[in-house]
């Protein structure tokens, strides 16, 4: 059996102040971002999830966005003070509401 080709992914350690960059640079997109979370905290905005993630209420969040005609999807973990961040292309058009 053949393992297909996996994308490369980007991996960065943020602090808060690059994580504010991060949020305010996804909200100057033409095109709606999708928020994914686990857990009982469900933000409706970018702002909320922003808000969520630096004050503790949610430590992981997923964020699936088209930028340069290309899909990513950015997962974000604190990691004590900081933000674990992996980011991926996706190879297709995700189904759902980005499509």
Not at 46 to 60: N, T
Not at 71 to 91: A, K, M, N, Q
Request: with cysteine; proline share 12%.
């Amino acid at each position: 059996m053949t393992t297909p080709e996996l994308p490369p992914l980007q991996r960065a350690v943020l602090p808060p102040e690059e994580l504010r960059s991060l949020f305010r640079d996804l909200g100057e997109l033409p095109d709606p971002v999708e928020l994914q979370v686990r857990g009982a905290v469900r933000p409706a905005s970018l702002a909320e999830a922003e808000q969520a993630m630096l004050s503790g209420e949610i430590d992981q969040l997923q964020l699936r966005y088209a930028y340069e005609d290309r899909w990513w999807c950015d997962t974000l973990r604190r990691v004590g003070s900081e933000f674990d961040l992996v980011r991926i292309e996706i190879p297709e058009q995700p189904p759902g509401p980005l499509s």
